[in-house]
């Protein structure tokens, strides 16, 4: 274990080994992050079907400094590479098109930087059905080694909650779409909450400010100046922020198109640009003095005789252009640069380069029992306190259920009973696929906080895989599926036998489950739920119409009949018939002159018409069909989420 590993881990518990409930704040040390030529490259408008090559876009370039504890602020227009930049820090970035290393404290970065380190991303991303103080128990629970006594856990949690001024809304929910939460400023400090858990020796924030007004905003920055002050290393990108949030900054990076202009002390960058011929009004922002400036339209930036006003858009592009250049050759002949090249050359004095890609590892705290037990128990609580997921699925599954009772009510044992039967049975088979499409959403909602908390070490993919399955399985196709076949199977009037009750309970169940799997498989690596929703509905439609009820399947073409093997209603339909028709008789209304031609008096008689096997094995070979495709498709969803883009 390198010393940096050891320091930072020790850092995760408050400075020592044994104590972890909070360490005396003054004694608290930040790591110095020092970042030395770091290019970032990607490739834009590739094709690998025509062999086209796309062009290589310059992200970041050649930058060097470094950042200690304190509050470092990493500032430039939209576009600039800001975040870019901060993922770079936080070990967050694709190691493709990326050259250059990053040192904590003057060593190697170790491969699960990121899940030493805390890193709070510009969208909420924490659980809104649970209080503020659930989520910091989720967090410490996964987060905090196993040595951890859940008493100290539990002092920890209480600290934090006080230091972040959230004492007063610690009980109170987070908030939702359907639920009224904490405020947003509440909200943000909750996010900084769940990653000061570990106590890391670097946190980073990514526009720290977006979505909150100014008040809200100064009070975070205020926040977080006050742990920057007791040793912490901070490091934040953020736009355009006003002057009493921009003099709590330490360091400040300015960066145009990917480049440096400025790297140095915050309060030093007014008489930096001052030299160099750019100077700010009175009362005028520094944020926006140095922005105007990057994009060349401050007042500041002299273009002599010429009319701005006059210039077509090619020579304002041009002038930007000129301006940028200036920039960057300014801050690399300044005073600043020289200090920052000596200060990095003593901190890779005596190191050995590396020519290794740099690696990503992510390392865990706790168990897979123990991560599996605080994961499950959020998703079913998460489940329970959502009431358009759970409630009203099973209110909906309801009405369907006396809506079909009613249409199908009491099938007589006649020539129309026959269609009645087949036509209700391939209704519940068809109704349970188009049901599950509701599991679409059941990766998508979460993607951004799954892919935060993964990659940060709270849990292994497995471990959210099996409880999202778990909780939705249950609570989502169980009990519906139930509340259905117990209402439904007697208004219509089918076979009233138990075995054949609970065979039908269990042949809807499998075709709900094998219809969930599939909609997790399509839609576990999309990112909106309206293009997965029309990839299950196309599915749904095409296997519905292989079926058998609504074409004979041995009249269709050789050429397509082998699309009946991937319909799910088909297997369901089949295992319904089998159950019903078997063991009935249709004829015992008429006299002995006989029934009327072409009836079928038994339901074996029809089957057979039917082309339907009603073995033993004709039978459970759907319910076996249904299962090896529950686990197919269960499978494809797994490794879409095992492989999903985790870094961007």
Request: with cysteine; hydrophobic share 40%; net charge positive.
């Amino acid at each position: 274990m390198s010393k940096t590993q050891e320091a930072m881990e020790l850092g995760l518990n408050g400075g020592s080994k044994h104590q972890v409930s909070g360490a005396d704040p003054r004694q608290r040390r930040g790591a110095t992050v020092s970042f030395h030529n770091i290019d970032y490259k990607v490739v834009q408008g590739g094709s690998c079907l025509c062999r086209k090559k796309g062009t290589t876009k310059d992200i970041l370039v050649n930058l060097n400094g470094a950042m200690k504890p304190g509050l470092n602020a990493i500032m430039g227009a939209t576009g600039s590479g800001k975040s870019s930049f901060l993922d770079v820090l936080a070990a967050r970035k694709d190691p493709a098109g990326l050259s250059g290393e990053v040192l904590i404290d003057g060593a190697h970065q170790p491969p699960n930087f990121k899940c030493l380190s805390g890193y709070v991303v510009q969208d909420d991303v924490v659980m809104g059905t649970l209080t503020v103080r659930e989520n910091f128990r989720f967090s410490a629970a996964l987060r905090l080694p196993a040595s951890v006594s859940q008493r100290e856990k539990e002092a920890k949690v209480d600290k934090l909650i006080q230091e972040l001024g959230l004492g007063r809304v610690a009980n109170s929910k987070v908030g939702t779409q359907l639920i009224r939460g904490i405020s947003g400023g509440e909200r943000k400090r909750t996010n900084i909450g769940m990653e000061l858990i570990i106590d890391p020796p670097v946190l980073f924030l990514d526009e720290p400010t977006t979505g909150l007004d100014a008040s809200t905003a100064n009070s975070v920055l205020l926040l977080l100046k006050r742990m920057a002050n007791s040793g912490r290393t901070i490091i934040l990108s953020i736009h355009q922020p006003r002057y009493s949030i921009y003099r709590l900054f330490d360091s400040l990076t300015l960066l145009v198109n990917g480049k440096q202009v400025f790297h140095g002390p915050a309060q030093s960058a007014l008489e930096y640009f001052s030299n160099i011929g750019y100077t700010c009004e009175p009362h005028n922002n520094p944020a926006d003095f140095f922005l105007d400036i990057i994009n060349g339209d401050s007042t500041a930036v002299a273009l002599n005789s010429i009319d701005r006003e006059d210039l077509d858009s090619d020579t304002l592009t041009k002038s930007r252009r000129g301006i940028e250049e200036k920039l960057v050759q300014e801050y690399k002949g300044s005073a600043f640069f020289q200090q920052t090249k000596a200060e990095l050359d003593r901190i890779i004095q005596g190191m050995q380069a590396t020519t290794t890609a740099p690696s990503r590892t992510i390392t865990y705290n706790t168990g897979f029992l123990t991560q599996f037990r605080w994961v499950l128990k959020r998703t079913f609580r998460n489940l329970m306190l959502n009431p358009q997921t759970s409630v009203a699925q099973v209110a909906v599954t309801l009405f369907l259920a006396l809506v079909v009772g009613a249409i199908f009510f009491d099938v007589k044992n006649d020539p129309s009973g026959i269609q009645n039967r087949v036509g209700a049975l391939f209704f519940i088979t068809v109704n349970q696929c188009f049901s599950s499409l509701s599991s679409a959403e059941l990766f998508i909602a979460e993607r951004k906080l799954f892919i935060h908390e993964y990659i940060s070490g709270y849990y292994r993919v497995s471990v959210y895989f099996l409880s999202k399955i778990l909780s939705d399985i249950i609570t989502l196709r169980t009990v519906p599926a139930i509340t259905f076949s117990c209402v439904a199977y007697f208004m219509i009037g089918l076979k009233p036998t138990a075995g054949a009750f609970f065979t039908f309970m269990f042949t809807v169940t499998l075709v709900a489950y094998t219809a969930t799997a599939m909609a997790l498989a399509i839609s576990a690596d999309q990112t909106v739920v309206a293009i997965a929703n029309i990839f299950m509905t196309i599915a749904c439609v095409f296997m519905m119409i292989f079926a058998g009820l609504l074409v004979n399947l041995p009249s269709i073409v050789s050429w397509l009949s082998w699309l009946k093997y991937l319909s799910i209603p088909r297997y369901g339909l089949g295992a319904l018939q089998v159950n019903e028709f078997t063991g009935l008789d249709f004829c015992g209304g008429y006299n002995s002159s006989g029934a009327p031609p072409g009836l079928k008096c038994t339901g074996e008689e029809f089957l057979t018409e039917q082309g339907v096997d009603f073995t033993t094995w004709g039978f459970w070979q759907n319910h076996m069909a249904l299962g090896i495709m529950t686990f197919c498709f269960l499978s494809i969803a797994y490794l879409k989420l095992r492989f999903i883009r985790k870094f961007t």
